[in-house]
């Protein structure tokens, strides 16, 4: 079966960085666009950034542009996201999600597996 991982959360002061990691198995990876949630207390789950499988084309939140950078190592079935100049309101719990093919878009609601959500906390 489909299986996605997230690791990397942790506490880390405003400014700093974070790279979160998104091991996927049970699937084909390169043929999954993959993307990156986040949702943080009393709000709803909301899009950070997405990757495509076969062209690597990628796509971020207003919110996170220039900050935060989506990349994808399909021989190892994994997912990241580097997170730099981290500031207390990307504090939330991180899911990344897979939908097979092309196209996913923002909407949680496309995404057919999602990891179990790793959390990332910013001190400010």
């Known amino acids: 079966q489909v299986q996605l991982v997230e690791s990397g959360g942790g506490l880390v002061q405003a400014g700093g960085s974070l790279r979160l990691s998104c091991a996927a198995s049970g699937l084909t990876f390169s043929s999954y666009v993959m993307v990156w949630f986040r949702q943080a207390p009393g709000k709803e789950r909301e899009f950070v950034s997405i990757?495509?499988?076969?062209?690597?084309?990628?796509f971020y939140a207003d919110s996170v542009e220039g900050r935060f950078t989506i990349s994808r190592d399909n021989a190892k079935n994994t997912l990241y996201l580097q997170m730099n100049s981290l500031k207390a309101e990307d504090t939330a719990v991180y899911y990344c999600a897979a939908r097979r093919g092309f196209s996913g878009g923002s909407d949680y609601s496309r995404y057919d597996y999602w990891g179990q959500g790793t959390q990332v906390t910013v001190s400010s």
């Open positions: 990757i495509r499988g076969h062209d690597g084309n990628v």
